[in-house]
């Protein structure tokens, strides 16, 4: 369901400048250049995105012009729609020289991906983070000095701290927590929802911050790492285990182009790991799910380890482009639910 959130003119601004004034300006100065790509703008998110609404904007603001390219051409965008390299069939025929970085956001960039699109376009891949109740991204990496998997720094103006999600006591550093963030770019609330509203904030150190429902970390250089969603993790015989940092593993294997993580129910650990898997297109019809197990075994603590692999053609997406992870968490609830009722008559 889309996100009714309540927005206004400040916060329009604050995303606008947020791209201005991080790197694109800064781009355009130096190097002559009116975009992040070549001598024009050019970014992965629908026009009707917020982000995507950042980026055409932003090249509005400079005088430069903007070109929509055609799916699976390097650019700004979602990590999904990064092919791998080699994947993009006459790739090499392109002139690329005028790339000048590779970013994304939206969900985590695979580090086994993010190599492989490094050694390919001698770029790093530079991740941001934001949501839809912030509209402009709240963390983003400095482009002369990014880490990998990693959301960034917070930007301008942004306060970003990490809660324990019980007690609200504020994290140290490498302490995973919920990240709350209070900024200039943060929604108002949901449109006509007070409940919601009044659940998805907090006071705290006498600001008003937004509750992410994102967990995860700041190391001692103030840089953010999301660990997973608060509501995706699995409790394996008592060990948490986080379906994003499984997903990342399972991506270093080569036959592996898309997967999703999921729990499912368990007699015995309570809750075991589940492996959704699109195979390469080199690797349909001979890759095999115990094949992923072995595989994942030898790389893997035991309580991580997918003990279920489904092979599919291809993973649901919401409309923003993301992985549907919840859709499929649904899925194998309702067939836990039905299996279980058979079982009892």
């Given amino acids: 369901m889309p996100v009714k959130a309540n927005m206004n003119n400040k916060l329009a601004v604050a995303c606008l400048m947020t791209i201005v004034l991080w790197g694109g300006v800064s781009n355009a100065w130096a190097g002559g250049h009116g975009g992040f790509h070549g001598r024009g703008g050019s970014h992965g998110h629908g026009g009707f995105h917020k982000h995507g609404g950042s980026h055409r904007h932003f090249g509005l603001f400079i005088g430069a012009p903007l070109f929509w390219p055609p799916p699976y051409y390097p650019y700004y965008g979602y990590p999904y729609r990064y092919p791998p390299p080699g994947g993009h069939p006459g790739l090499d025929r392109h002139d690329l020289s ?165 729990g499912v129910r368990d007699p015995y650990r309570g809750e075991t790991v589940k492996a959704v898997v699109v195979p390469t297109p080199a690797a349909c019809g001979s890759l095999r799910a115990q094949a992923i197990i072995d595989w994942a075994r030898e790389r893997m603590a035991t309580y991580k380890v997918p003990r279920a692999v489904e092979l599919v053609a291809e993973l649901p997406k919401t409309a923003t482009g993301n992985v549907f992870w919840r859709k499929l968490q649904e899925d194998e609830d309702r067939r836990a639910a039905g299996e279980g009722a058979e079982s009892a008559s």
């Avoid at 790093?124 to 998997?149: C, D, F, V, W």
């Avoid at 949901?190 to 907090?202: D, G, H, I, K, S």
Wanted: overall charge negative.
């Fill in 98 to 262: 005028s790339l000048m970085w590779l970013g994304g956001g939206g969900a985590a960039m695979p580090e086994a991906v993010a190599r492989k699109l490094e050694t390919a376009f001698g770029k790093p891949y530079i991740e941001g983070y934001g949501l839809s109740e912030t509209m402009a991204p709240t963390h983003l990496n400095p482009p002369h000095r990014p880490k990998r998997q990693c959301a960034g720094i917070p930007i301008f103006d942004v306060d970003a701290r990490v809660l324990d999600p019980d007690s609200l006591a504020e994290c140290g550093p490498n302490e995973v927590g919920e990240i709350v963030v209070h900024g200039p770019q943060v929604f108002q609330g949901y449109w006509r929802q007070p409940v919601a509203t009044a659940e998805a904030f907090l006071d705290h150190d006498g600001k008003r911050f937004f509750r992410t429902g994102d967990l995860g970390y700041y190391d001692e250089e103030g840089y953010f790492f999301i660990t997973d969603r608060l509501k995706r993790m699995i409790n394996a015989s008592g060990f948490k285990v986080w379906p994003a940092e499984v997903e990342a593993m399972l991506y270093a294997h080569p036959d592996i182009q898309e997967v999703c993580v999921i």
